[in-house]
């Protein structure tokens, strides 16, 4: 089993994306990356703590490959939008891809190289190993699943 923390926007639409491909495992949403202990989705909204809204996604490399699993982030991001998904703006709405595995950086710097052949603007994706982590309040666990009709900025149709 490998993990990775992927920042694509709200973090709700993230998660329920991934929750539906073959060979992820888990997936939980939760904020990255930021200055303070244990912050609140109103503090990481407001008050400029650094963290990214994302989706720890545990994924079992036998069914699916890191490269597979950038490649499905690839399709529902845009890498050249710097902080800002669809209609969320605002620096925890960064794209990002946060690492455990020093092994992986070669999988996720090919990965890039290869989708910048695709844009004529950089990729400003932030590419960084996972600093910090906190799970994210349970009301926003497996949001769209317990409120289909809520705002995503991925078409999930």
């Known amino acids: 089993m490998k993990k990775i923390v992927l920042a694509g926007g709200c973090f709700w639409g993230v998660q329920e994306y991934f929750s539906r491909i073959n060979g992820i495992l888990k997936t939980e949403v939760g904020y990255a990356n930021g200055k303070t202990y244990n912050p609140t989705y109103e503090?990481?909204?407001?008050?400029?703590?650094?963290?990214?809204?994302?989706?720890?996604?545990?994924?079992?490399?036998?069914?699916?490959?890191?490269?597979?699993?950038?490649?499905?982030?690839?399709?529902?991001?845009?890498?050249?939008?710097?902080n800002r998904q669809g209609n969320d703006v605002g620096?925890?709405?960064?794209?990002?891809?946060?690492?455990?595995?020093?092994?992986d950086i070669a999988d996720i710097q090919e990965s890039i190289k290869e989708l910048q052949k695709k844009y004529e603007k950089k990729i400003v994706t932030e590419v960084k190993p996972l600093e910090n982590y906190f799970k994210a309040e349970e009301y926003h666990q497996d949001y769209l699943k317990k409120n289909p009709n809520g705002y995503c900025h991925i078409n999930l149709g």
């Not at 400029?48 to 499905?72: Q, W």
């Not at 620096?91 to 092994?103: C, K, T, V």
């Open 43 to 82: 503090q990481v909204c407001n008050d400029n703590t650094g963290f990214a809204e994302v989706c720890y996604v545990e994924y079992d490399e036998r069914i699916i490959t890191l490269k597979d699993v950038l490649s499905k982030f690839w399709a529902v991001v845009n890498p050249t939008s710097l």
């Open 91 to 103: 620096n925890q709405y960064r794209s990002g891809i946060y690492y455990f595995d020093e092994d």
